[in-house]
């Protein structure tokens, strides 16, 4: 299995086990990293990476959405691995699907999958509670840079559908924001409020609102 991140890091959130980050090739101060979730029913690996290795340890995985089985090397992962019908098409070339999904619901009542369309049309958000937080893994609709939000609104996006993604995120319960992207040599996630939440998002639909 590919080297953890030290977990006696004073910094880590129990159960959340982050992988070795990558440099995305494309934007050299961004890293991205998937993430094994310890849980009693089963460990799941949410999100890929550019050669990720993971021979065993996890009973499923689960991609945000297409573009982290399209970047870089193939991932090699022994568990059946999870993805947005939508995003299908973007996954299957490079890695095998055992299944997809098209609507929200939630996997031994700790894991819910959250369609989130708008950066792709498959792009979906994990809201995962440990029973001490709540941790929603964003993929790249929402990423961390410099200690801040950030959407990635592309030519190839839906920028109303975004919207209208991120009025969602912005109404859930959330502790802990966990995107597939953060900046190079800084904290894989952050932690937030309610409040802080609230104010963040909106400032994120002002943003992808000029692309309506």
């Excluded at 939630?106 to 959250?114: G, P, R, Y």
């Excluded at 609104?153 to 597939?180: M, N």
């Amino acid at each position: 299995m590919t080297r953890l991140l030290d977990t006696t890091d004073t910094t880590a959130i129990a159960g959340l086990r982050p992988l070795d980050p990558v440099p995305l090739p494309f934007a050299r101060d961004l890293a991205v990293r998937a993430f094994v979730l310890e849980r009693e029913q089963g460990n799941i690996l949410v999100y890929s990476s550019p050669g990720l290795v993971v021979r065993e340890g996890v009973e499923r995985q689960y991609l945000g959405h297409g573009h982290e089985a399209a970047v870089g090397r193939p991932a090699m992962v022994d568990a059946p691995l999870f993805v947005h019908e939508a995003d299908r098409a973007l996954v299957e070339p490079v890695q095998r699907v055992r299944g997809t999904f098209s609507r929200r619901h939630t996997l031994d009542d700790d894991f819910e999958v959250i369609p989130i369309p708008g950066h792709t049309p498959g792009s979906t958000a994990y809201l995962w509670d440990t029973g001490e937080q709540r941790l929603l893994f964003t993929a790249d609709t929402i990423f961390l840079k410099e200690g801040e939000w950030h959407t990635a609104v592309l030519d190839s996006s839906d920028p109303a559908a975004y919207a209208e993604s991120l009025e969602l995120v912005r109404g859930l319960d959330f502790d802990v924001l966990v995107p597939w992207a953060a900046g190079r040599d800084e904290p894989p996630y952050a932690l937030t409020t309610a409040a802080d939440t609230r104010r963040r998002i909106d400032a994120l639909l002002e943003r992808v609102g000029r692309w309506i």
